[in-house]
């Protein structure tokens, strides 16, 4: 190390660094918004990210202390939760609040919290991590864009309020309470069972989403429900405020039942017309349009009025270990084998990742275990290598961001040895829509 470098120090958050971590990325973060000033919001949710909140606890924020005068000066958290892709429970850990003083910039504080952070990962079995952020930057530390977020059109207000809403449905949206919260986590549950990516979350974890976080917290959204006939069977999460723009933001929309969603959409779609109106009428600045953090293909946005069209965005996702995230979807890769009818021939099939492969095990053609072992030098030649696939595109696969068509046509280097690995793969790998709202 440098002499710069050894005047800081990399250690675990403590509750005590709550005031100083407030302070510290008020000071960084959303300075644009600000004028400079520090963010009152930010402060609110470092505040509630150290105070109670269900998926962070002291020491998941790593800090960059100086030594010179014992205080941070760089820091990150990672918010670690449980993520179900098509069923299979997948621990995950989201990156937020990456800031670092501006008199402290240009030392490699930030490279050096990420390798702390996902040496820790590596240690504690959490093989997804995933964050928003500046474009192309977070690619230089392993990440890659992997998960669809947004490019759901955007909806004016008058094409809002043109929707009538059919009273003869009885349903109604109403702003949830904790008494709602054991209801909220039995859709999960069975949301979760379902063909998608999501962040379930139980009662606690609801509880503490409608009553738990600071008025102030930039990260507080707001839950309301879907009601027929008083049972709750749905709900609805848009933002606390209008945006700059004076967009009311959505960020989850679900229905207990699928044939639910044409009676829902509607009254979902009234609610957020009244919210709208009623934020504007507080002074909040003009209602313009709802805006969903949603995929195009989300029942509540093909059930939208039209909108403006959106450019699609990601998250940049890493994994530090491909073969282990494969071994965590055995049983999803297993049961799409078996639901297809197919059966490999072959004692194994290997995969290798350009450094590090997976083989994957078969039991009378059925998929029975996935170990990690080192890459062949030269997988593209090696026999016994039935696909070489460079990590990050298997990461978009086995997340169900891309297909093995849509891999084949990007990467030059995915190489498959022949047209029965392409067909096993391309059944292992299809597209999953992405309902995430993560808990942060």
């Known amino acids: 190390m440098t002499p710069e470098s050894d005047r800081y120090v990399v250690r675990s958050g403590r509750a005590s660094d709550a005031a100083e971590l407030a302070r510290l990325h008020a000071s960084v973060q959303l300075q644009a918004v600000t004028g400079g000033q520090p963010h009152p919001g930010i402060a609110a949710w470092v505040e509630d990210l150290l105070d109670g909140h269900p998926s962070v606890v002291p020491d998941d924020f790593l800090v960059a202390e100086d030594s010179a005068t014992g205080c941070p000066v760089a820091s990150l958290v990672g918010l670690r939760q449980h993520w179900s892709l098509a069923g299979v429970r997948l621990p995950v850990a989201q990156v937020e609040l990456v800031g670092t003083a501006p008199e402290h910039r240009g030392n490699r504080l930030t490279e050096r919290l990420f390798a702390a952070l996902h040496q820790q990962y590596a ?132 229905a207990d039942r699928p044939a639910d969603w ?41 059930l939208s009025p039209t909108g403006v069209p959106r450019r699609p965005r990601g998250w940049y996702v890493r994994t530090g270990d491909p073969a282990d995230l494969l071994a965590r979807l055995q049983p999803l890769l297993r049961a799409r084998w078996q639901a297809a009818a197919l059966r490999w021939h072959e004692p194994t ?35 016994g290598t039935h696909a070489a696939i460079p990590p990050g595109a298997l990461l978009q696969l086995a997340l169900g961001h891309r297909t093995l068509p849509e891999v084949l046509d990007t990467w030059p280097d995915c190489l498959l040895r022949d047209r029965r690995t392409e067909d096993f793969l391309t059944t292992a790998f299809p597209r999953v829509p992405v309902q995430v709202w993560p808990r942060n």
């Open 123 to 254: 240690a504690d079995g959490v093989p997804v991590q995933v964050i928003e952020g500046i474009p192309y930057f977070y690619r230089r530390l392993g990440y890659d864009y992997s998960l669809a977020n947004d490019g759901a059109p955007t909806v004016p207000i008058a094409a809002l309020l043109a929707i009538e809403h059919d009273r003869s449905t009885h349903r109604t949206v109403r702003p949830a309470t904790v008494a709602d919260a054991d209801a909220l986590a039995r859709i999960d549950r069975r949301l979760a069972d379902g063909e998608v990516l999501v962040c379930p979350r139980d009662a606690a974890v609801w509880r503490y989403e409608i009553a738990g976080r600071r008025p102030a917290d930039l990260a507080r959204r707001e839950v309301a429900v879907l009601v027929h006939d008083g049972d709750v069977g749905g709900y609805l999460v848009h933002s606390s405020r209008l945006s700059a723009a004076g967009e009311l933001i959505v960020f989850a929309a679900t």
């Open 262 to 302: 044409p009676q829902a959409a509607v009254a979902m779609h009234t609610y957020l017309a009244q919210v709208g109106r009623r934020y504007e009428a507080s002074m909040e600045g003009s209602f313009t349009a709802v805006r969903p953090i949603l995929g195009p293909e989300h029942p509540l946005v093909r």
């Open 349 to 383: 099939m290997t995969i290798d990742m350009y450094g590090r492969a997976a083989r994957l095990e078969f039991t009378d053609g059925r998929l029975s275990g996935v170990t990690g072992v080192r890459g062949a030098i030269s997988p593209s030649t090696e026999p």
